[in-house]
């Protein structure tokens, strides 16, 4: 097994509402063949490219922290270390994708789109996830991620 696999399955644990997949990487148009396989459809405006960086805080908050209730935050440093352990297994140049946005606020006044190293763990900062509804289900989000090799699916759906 190796370590994307192993990670998508401790996450799947940590996060009741989730499905995962993880295996050899599409040779077109990979982020749509992958959101493909989340059991919602989503819209191509949804989908937001993100940096290495940024997939790892986005990856340990869908899987910690509720898309709707918010909670769980003290739980998604824990898990940092975990998903960048788990990422070491895709290349350098490996892309990821999000379906659904994390923002973060100062007090609730200005939304902004989270970013790592920006501060966003504070008792005065504010996290919130805007992703779409899912048609009698709920609230979706999803980070794929792939290279030459390897690709993941990692997808939420909270009832609300």
């Known amino acids: 097994m190796n370590r994307l696999t192993a990670l998508l399955e401790a996450?799947?644990?940590?996060?009741?509402?989730?499905?995962?997949?993880?295996g050899a990487a599409p040779t077109e148009a990979a982020?749509?063949?992958?959101?493909?396989?989340?059991?919602?459809?989503?819209?191509?405006?949804?989908?937001h490219e993100l940096n290495r960086e940024d997939a790892t805080v986005w990856l340990s908050l869908l899987a910690a922290h509720s898309l709707i209730?918010?909670?769980?935050?003290?739980?998604?440093?824990?898990?940092?270390?975990?998903?960048?352990?788990?990422?070491?297994d895709l290349a350098e140049d490996a892309?990821?994708?999000?379906?659904?946005?994390?923002?973060?606020?100062?007090r609730g006044r200005h939304w902004d789109r989270l970013r790592a190293g920006e501060p966003w763990m504070g008792r005065k900062y504010m996290v919130h996830f805007s992703g779409p509804h899912v048609d009698g289900e709920?609230?979706?989000?999803?980070?794929?991620?792939?290279?030459?090799?390897?690709?993941?699916?990692?997808?939420?759906?909270?009832?609300?």
């Open 138 to 160: 709920g609230v979706g989000g999803a980070i794929v991620g792939y290279d030459r090799n390897l690709a993941f699916v990692f997808g939420v759906v909270e009832d609300d």
């Open 69 to 88: 209730h918010g909670g769980g935050r003290e739980n998604v440093v824990a898990l940092l270390k975990d998903v960048e352990f788990g990422f070491e």
């Open 31 to 47: 982020h749509e063949a992958l959101f493909e396989r989340l059991p919602y459809k989503s819209a191509a405006d949804e989908i």
């Open 11 to 22: 996450l799947i644990q940590i996060q009741p509402h989730a499905t995962s997949w993880c």
């Open 95 to 106: 892309r990821f994708f999000s379906l659904g946005t994390w923002q973060v606020s100062r």
